[in-house]
C-alpha cells in the first residue's frame, strides 16, 4: 500500500500493516501517536524524531521502532518510508522506548516486498509468511547509538535541547553546573539521574546525532568535526568509529548503510 493514509485502514484485521508514503524535504509531522506499533524505516533522505524521552537522528537505511501509542513527531528531511503498523499484542520488541534499528539486507528486502501487500493479505499463504518473517527479523535487529535523552526536569531539559540545537564536544559540566546554580558534584549527579547518562556520554551522543546529520546532508568530514569542537579530523572519526562501527565518510550524502 503506498501513500494511503493510516486511518483508512487501521481498523482492518491483520497484526501488521505496511505503508509506503513520500514526503517533501521539510515536512514535519507534529506530535501525534498510533493505537498500533511503528517501525518506520526510512529508504531515503534523513528522518529526526522526538518523543517525551528524547531526540534520534535516523540517517538513509535504518529505522525507528515507535511503541504503540508513543507521542512521538518526526521532521522528514527528502524521506521515502516504508513503515509496518502493528497491533501491539504482535509487537515483536516489548520495550517502552524508542529505538534506532540496523536494517540490514534481509530486512531491507522484506520491507520493500510488505509495501505491496493488500490491506486484507493472506494469513496462511505466502504474505503471511512473509510478515512473520518480517516480524522476525524486527526481533532481532540490533540497536545503534543514535539517542539522546532529554530530561524531566524543566531547566536541565531547556539547556539539553539548547545543546542539541548547537552542540560542541567542548561544552564542560562546570558551565552547566554554573547555568543551573549547583555545585559540580551535585550537578554531575543530578544529570546523571535525570538522564540515566553521565554528562560526558550524553554530550558525545549529541554530538554524534549532529554528526549524522550533516554528514548525511552532504558536509565534509573535516567541517563537520570542526563544527563540532573536535582537535582533528581523526579524533572525531575515532569517536564514529567506535560508535557506529563505520568511519563517518562511509556516511555521505549517497546515505550507505549503518553496519
Known amino acids: 500500500m503506498l501513500n494511503i493514509p493510516l486511518h483508512s485502514v487501521d481498523a482492518v484485521a491483520r497484526d501488521v500493516l505496511a505503508i509506503g508514503t513520500d514526503y517533501t524535504p521539510g515536512t514535519l509531522l507534529p506530535t501525534h501517536s498510533h493505537r ?10 534523513l528522518m529526526e524524531v522526538e518523543t517525551d524521552d528524547g531526540a534520534w537522528t535516523i540517517p538513509p537505511y535504518s529505522g525507528v521502532w515507535i511503541p504503540a501509542s508513543k507521542p512521538h513527531s518526526v521532521r522528514m528531511q527528502g524521506v521515502s518510508t516504508r513503515s509496518l503498523y502493528i497491533e501491539p499484542a504482535a509487537a515483536p520488541r516489548p520495550g517502552v522506548h524508542c529505538e534506532a534499528l540496523v536494517v540490514t539486507p534481509l530486512l531491507h528486502q522484506l ?87 553521565a554528562f560526558g556520554a550524553w554530550r558525545q551522543q549529541a554530538c554524534l546525532l549532529a554528526a549524522v ?38 556516511l555521505g550524502s549517497k546515505g550507505m548503510a549503518l553496519p
Not at 498500533?36 to 533522505?45: K, P
Open 111 to 197: 520491507l520493500l516486498s510488505c509495501a505491496d501487500l493488500p490491506a486484507l493479505y493472506d494469513e496462511a499463504g505466502r504474505d503471511g509468511a512473509l510478515v512473520t518473517l518480517v516480524l522476525h527479523e524486527l526481533a532481532s535487529a540490533r540497536s545503534v547509538p543514535l539517542f539522546a535523552p532529554i530530561p524531566r526536569d524543566e531547566k536541565l531539559a531547556a539547556l539539553c535541547k539548547q545543546f542539541l540545537a548547537q552542540p560542541s564536544i567542548r561544552a564542560t559540566p562546570q558551565d552547566w553546573a554554573q547555568a543551573l546554580n549547583k555545585s559540580l558534584r551535585t550537578f554531575s549527579r543530578f544529570f546523571q539521574q535525570h538522564t540515566g547518562m
Open 36 to 45: 498500533r506499533a511503528q517501525f518506520l524505516y526510512g529508504m531515503s533522505g
Open 213 to 250: 546529520s550533516r554528514l548525511s546532508a552532504g558536509a565534509s568530514v573535516t567541517q563537520v568535526a570542526l563544527d563540532l569542537g573536535y582537535d582533528s579530523p581523526s579524533a572525531f572519526s575515532t569517536m564514529f568509529r567506535k560508535a557506529l562501527g563505520r568511519v563517518p565518510s562511509e
